[in-house]
């Protein structure tokens, strides 16, 4: 959501006559767009600011503006941690940053918090590659997650027009482009104008063009038997989804405020596996939170294994101040975190190195993205279901290329394909 975003504001900025400067040392402003969503995010986040003050020094006229949600969540504390900052702009202010930054206040700082109406309704981002671009539907969140900071950082859900989106998707295929990523924190609970996102989905498959559609993140409450058909039966929509699944304890999701059960995920699974075993299920899990025993801690280890998750991204719980979970006092020690989040991790590689063999000598349509970074005679490109695959080429290839390939070797986790057609 991030490096849309950042896509959006670079379009908005070369609307305004900047230009994306090559060399750090030879640029008028630095534009950070931050993250919240962990500690370890905002303390990234400051380290790297940090790293302007010497640039700033040799050049006064250089301006530093810190974006996005640590904008939001250390609004104008931001000033006196790092006095050398010249304005702090959160998530709902971008379409002022040219006036902000080059207007007649420009040396004045500015500091701006929420702006409910914002929808970013007619505004589009730069396309992000030249084959997959990335759309926001929904900004904000409507959920309150107990250990979640994005409701507070980027405010209430708001959905984009249809119109609009489907507009972005027309130009961003007449550039090129032929595989569509919707963005939205809770994105399969997007409604507008009549719209849902299942029938949003059909619409932006009929247009001429687009071959792939992905979308992150659906929250396992919003699928209804209409989504479900919708995503059996289009064959554009990709066969890989990013379910969270944050706990695999009811208790812990029910204190987490997810509303939804550990069989209720499962049984989204099955629905979604029961025509395509390789539909690629990934997710994200919290281990360690608040008041989580280890009894709640083996209950997620056994829906992990029942739920052959393809891949995951595991965290371990980071208390955010202005969250409700924040109140409550932990009782595990980051070790105790540590060493279940480790515990998690193997189990969830060997599900993953399981996962991979079993596209085993499968042939597969593959979307082509780019050289390797280990080998340039040899090329990576991503299957349907998200998987990575490198190949050689068996004539000039160019990103955004199709290509059949059989998957004849595993190494890791990687797929290792030989070019069919
Ligand atoms: N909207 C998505 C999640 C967005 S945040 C959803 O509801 O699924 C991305 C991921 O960061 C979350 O899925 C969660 O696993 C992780 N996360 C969020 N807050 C966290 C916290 N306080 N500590 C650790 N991980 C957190
Ligand atoms: Fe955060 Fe929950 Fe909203 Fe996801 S659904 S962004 S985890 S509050």
Known sequence: MNEYDSALIAGLLEGAGLRISKNIEEADFLFYNTCSVREKAEETAIAKISQSRPLKQKNKKLKVIVLGCMAKNKGEQL????????????????RQIPEIVLGAKANERVFT?????????????????????????????????SYCIVPYVRGNEKNKDPLDILAEVQMSVEKGISEITLLGQTVNAY?????????????????????????????????????ISVLQSNSKICHHVHLPLQSGSDTILKK???????????????ALRSKDPFYAVTTDIISGFVGETDSDFEKTLEVVKQAQFDNAFMFIYSPRIGTESYLEKEILS?????????????????????????????????????????DPREWMGKTDNFKKVIFKPTSTVSPGDYLTCKINEIRGWTLRGEVLS
Do not use: W
């Not at 109406?117 to 030249?130: F, L, V």
């Not at 029938?199 to 209409?226: A, M, T």
């Open 79 to 94: 000033f006196e941690k790092l006095p050398f900052i010249d304005h702090v702009i959160g998530t709902d202010h971008y």
């Open 113 to 145: 918090d929420f702006d409910e109406k914002e929808n970013y309704d007619g505004t589009y981002a730069q396309i992000q590659n030249p084959f997959s671009t990335s759309i926001t539907i929904q900004r904000g969140c409507n959920k309150r997650c």
């Open 191 to 227: 409604k507008k104008d009549g719209e849902t996102f299942a029938s949003l989905l059909e619409k932006i498959s009929e247009i001429n063009g687009v071959k792939r559609i992905r979308f992150v993140s659906p929250h396992p409450r919003h699928y209804d038997d209409e989504l």
């Open 256 to 270: 987490m405020r997810r509303q939804y059960t550990a069989e209720h995920f499962l049984s989204l699974i099955e």
């Open 334 to 374: 980051q070790e105790q975190k540590l060493l279940r989040h480790q515990q998690l991790v193997e189990i969830q590689n060997q599900i993953t190195s399981n996962r991979s063999q079993n596209m085993l000598g499968r042939v597969e349509e593959i979307l082509v993205e780019r050289p390797s970074s280990k």
